[in-house]
């Protein structure tokens, strides 16, 4: 069992920086693939990163390649989401997931914890 909890979701302009944080519990997160997707209203949850067990490999969706960094610390069990050049249509929920199965990161039913989401908020 892996409880996640974020933070660090808030209010901002167009072309700010907001970094989310994850916590998980339990002594096994290294062995989950972690990701973020967000959900804005009306719309469906889209992945935005993914990051592997060890760190190295990361994936990206098209509409956050090159603003946003995902980073874990296997030692903190922590995952993180440095945003910038923020944009409105970043306006979302963000949600932290977990997934102990290989294959394609970017699809959400593949993940087996999630955490209760943030809020980000971008001003135009």
């Known amino acids: 069992q892996v409880q996640l909890v974020e933070s660090g979701g808030g209010l901002v302009q167009a072309g700010g920086s907001l970094r989310l944080s994850c916590a998980a519990s339990?002594?096994?997160?290294?062995?989950?693939?972690m990701g973020w997707f967000r959900q804005a209203p009306g719309k469906e949850r889209e992945f935005a990163a993914a990051?592997?067990?060890?760190?190295?490999?990361?994936y990206y969706a098209d509409s956050v390649k090159g603003r946003f960094t995902i980073s874990r610390d296997n030692a903190e069990n922590t995952v993180s989401l440095q945003m910038n050049s923020l944009k409105p249509e970043d306006t979302a929920v963000y949600y932290c997931?977990?997934?102990?199965?290989?294959?394609?990161?970017?699809?959400?039913?593949?993940?087996?914890?999630w955490g209760q989401g943030t809020q980000v908020t971008v001003s135009s």
């Open positions: 997931a977990a997934r102990s199965s290989s294959g394609a990161v970017t699809e959400g039913y593949e993940y087996i914890y």
């Open positions: 339990g002594r096994t997160f290294r062995n989950y693939i």
């Open positions: 990051i592997l067990r060890s760190g190295v490999s990361t």
